[in-house]
């Protein structure tokens, strides 16, 4: 076996027998759009969608800049500066099969958390075009029941006070929209990628909300200038593991110290609403609505919150992957009753999409033995996702008559997991969530009030008023806490 090559842009001659590499000019590359939040599902997902354009030898004025606004993205920034801003995206099929392919739409990558300014100055200047985001759902800054933004984040409080020395990204985008206001440039689109229902709208409002206080002005320019498309975005993308970079340096010739891992499947639905020019994406693949409302329902309430359902309840009957669930019988019939008796009646009808196929589907893509996408990593940050993937489903449920029961047991399960922070058989569970702290507070009360956790409203809402609701919960939870054999309710349930 050959001696594997560094990624680098001047070793790309040499992979290229091996795997796919970039066929365009990367020199060449304006920078149109800058991108906040460069995880493995931007570098799966826009990034991948600009690499196909460019490869069609379109797109040289839409090159990518990423940004990293918190201190955990030096390391990215690191690797990216010795790569030549170059990855490996590793497309795993449920056969074994793993098609690599070397991406290079990413051309710079900047840190705003130590020197504001370069950002700043990157957002503004005249080729910037786009900024997108992918910060997930607990980087908005808002109260997910009440849909406000939190004024009491002490980030927000200094922004206000000091406009120039940004740390969250409303500060960043105020900062870049003001100076491209003040030099007579056009505004950019801001395009979210994240997994939030009417995400754009979500977006607009949030920012319009800072920039009212903080500059009343510029909030005026923003609300009439700048385009917020919501957009639905999908495509399983796990944790690069150790493995991962030995499989591609072993089998592919190549080290590159941070892969992107992903399943084959990807979806892209956009609102065509955008301030000053787009990349032709639909060239390759992603498709332009009216409304894109529907499809992130859809995919909201049925992909993650499926991904939810079998996450905590896999992590306490202790499978460590979403494809070990997808092994378990008993765990595949529960998902698709949830899925076909509380999900599927809420939708009501989505031009171009038959729910069942959709549902097939997922499932498949849920059992990609090549995946192994971790039940810790989809039960994180549980707090940010299940209010709107599936206690929203249940709020609409109870308001219809329809059936909760499969839901109830899912938030009976959060809470001996925030509680315990252990599975059935005693072991550790890692349990990573911004609000982890009151969350275990909430829980650990259960044995002396059954409905403590619920009591917060801020995830729950009314919950914990509903009759119907506090019944279904109050028995499962008690069940869980005398005896924790999850698959057991599962089975009753069904």
């Not at 607990?138 to 006070?161: M, S």
């Not at 990349?279 to 309430?301: N, S, T």
């Not at 499969?406 to 599975?423: E, H, N, P, Q, R």
Request: glycine content about 6%; overall charge negative.
């Amino acid at each position: 076996m050959k001696t594997p090559i560094q990624l680098q842009q001047q070793n790309l001659a040499a992979l290229k027998n091996g795997l796919p590499v970039p066929t365009y000019n990367r020199a060449d590359n304006k920078i149109g759009i800058v991108h906040i939040g460069v995880g493995g599902f931007h570098r799966a997902h826009e990034a991948y969608y600009l690499q196909q354009l460019r490869q069609l030898g379109e797109a040289s004025d839409w090159g990518i800049c990423g940004i990293g606004l918190r201190e955990a993205d030096a390391k990215l920034h690191d690797i990216f500066k010795k790569q030549d801003h170059l990855y490996t995206l590793m497309v795993k099929h449920p056969d074994g099969k793993i098609e690599p392919e070397v991406i290079g739409s990413i051309v710079d990558f900047k840190m705003g958390v130590t020197d504001p300014e370069p950002v700043i100055a990157r957002m503004a200047d005249a080729d910037t075009r786009i900024v997108s985001l992918t910060i997930t759902e607990g980087g908005y800054n808002f109260n997910p029941t009440t849909g406000e933004f939190n004024f009491d984040n002490p980030d927000i409080q200094h922004e206000l006070r000091h406009p120039n020395d940004p740390r969250t990204v409303y500060g960043f985008l105020t900062a870049a929209l003001q100076r491209r206001r003040d030099n007579g440039l056009p505004a950019f689109t801001i395009l979210i990628c994240d997994n939030i229902e009417h995400n754009g709208d979500m977006a607009r409002k949030m920012l319009l909300t800072f920039a009212e206080v903080q500059n009343p002005p510029l909030a005026t320019w923003i609300a009439q200038e700048v385009r917020f498309p919501n957009s639905m975005v999908d495509r399983i993308t796990p944790v690069t593991t150790p493995a991962d970079i030995e499989t591609l340096a072993q089998d592919f010739g190549v080290i590159d110290a941070w892969p992107v891992t992903c399943e084959p499947f990807i979806q892209w639905v956009v609102e065509d609403k955008f301030s000053n020019g787009r990349p032709a994406f639909e060239k390759v693949g992603v498709q332009f609505v009216p409304d894109v409302g529907p499809y992130e329902k859809m995919k909201l309430r049925l992909l993650n919150a499926g991904h939810s359902v079998l996450g905590l309840l896999g992590v306490l009957h202790g499978h460590p992957t979403i494809n070990a669930c997808m092994e378990d019988e008993t765990f595949v019939t529960y998902l698709r009753a949830f899925m076909d008796t509380e999900a599927t009646p809420i939708l009501g009808d989505i031009e171009g999409i038959d729910l069942d196929d959709y549902k097939d589907t997922l499932l498949q893509r849920f059992a990609n033995p090549n995946i192994k996408d971790s039940v810790n990593r989809i039960c994180s940050e549980s707090s940010a996702k299940l209010p709107k993937f599936l206690i929203a489903t249940i709020h609409e449920n109870i308001a219809t008559g329809g059936s909760i029961k499969f839901a109830t047991l899912v938030i009976a399960a959060w809470c001996y997991y925030s509680d315990k922070g252990m599975d059935r058989h005693g072991h550790p569970i890692e349990i990573s969530d911004a609000m982890g702290t009151e969350l275990h507070e909430a829980a650990k009360q259960t044995t002396t009030d059954p409905l403590a956790f619920i009591r917060q409203e801020s995830l729950f809402g009314t919950l914990v008023k509903n009759e119907r609701f506090t019944k279904l919960y109050t028995e499962a939870v008690q069940q869980i806490y005398e005896d924790p054999n999850i698959k057991k309710y599962m089975k009753e349930l069904m």
